[in-house]
């Protein structure tokens, strides 16, 4: 029978892409295969819980949010991910997938809207972007380019262009907590006319970083 090792599954807002301040019920994956220097989540690097799928789908009802968003670590790194995505589907809620760039997307239901996080050269691991997968991206996609200063703003405006990302889906710019002024990003965007949508984590101006929020 399938199973998942999770780290936790908690309600809260949604703190960034299209449904930013949306009731969400977030289903955290244990274990990721990358390092990024600004990671908020290395708590669920290690450890967890393993849990049946059918006992998941239970706690996503219980918890009563008609979003779920499976997220990480990295959740495609543990092979029956895709299938929890499918049956997520099956049962009505609206779902979407947080992944890396490094990642392949094949085999992933085309119900879920997938937020690829691109990783950008500050990020430390810049090399493991997978850039075709970019083109199994369509207009309920979105890509996020984490950004911790003004070389990898100048980088992740190459990379839209260059890969034509705007035309393909939503580019949402987010600066890393506690490395850019959120302000000087708006700035950069607005002065470039840049076709991106500006975001910060409204979890963390909510609550820091607290995990489980």
């Not at 244990?30 to 849990?51: K, V």
């Not at 959740?75 to 490094?102: H, I, M, N, W, Y």
Request: contains cysteine; glycine residues 8%; aromatic residues 10%.
């Amino acid at each position: 029978m399938a199973r998942l090792k999770i780290t936790e599954i908690f309600y809260s807002l949604q703190g960034e892409a299209d449904t930013a301040g949306v009731p969400t019920t977030f289903v955290r994956l244990t274990g990721c295969p990358l390092r990024c220097r600004y990671c908020d989540t290395e708590y669920a690097f290690y450890g967890g819980q393993w849990w049946e799928l059918e006992a998941v789908l239970e706690r996503a009802r219980e918890l009563g949010s008609r979003y779920v968003c499976v997220t990480g670590g990295e959740p495609l790194a543990q092979k029956s991910c895709p299938e929890l995505l499918t049956r997520l589907c099956d049962e009505g809620f609206r779902v979407s997938l947080e992944t890396s760039g490094a990642m392949p997307l094949a085999g992933i239901d085309p119900r879920v809207v997938r937020v690829v996080d691109v990783k950008t050269p500050a990020s430390g691991e810049e090399a493991r972007n997978l850039y075709a997968e970019l083109s199994r991206l369509e207009g309920q996609d979105q890509v996020k380019f984490v950004i911790c200063d003004r070389a990898d703003y100048e980088w992740s405006r190459a990379k839209v262009t260059e890969l034509g990302l705007d035309a393909r889906c939503s580019v949402l710019f987010s600066p890393s907590f506690e490395q850019l002024p959120a302000r000087m990003l708006a700035d950069w965007i607005l002065e470039d006319r840049l076709p991106v949508r500006f975001q910060v984590q409204l979890h963390k101006v909510l609550w820091g970083n607290v995990p489980g929020k």
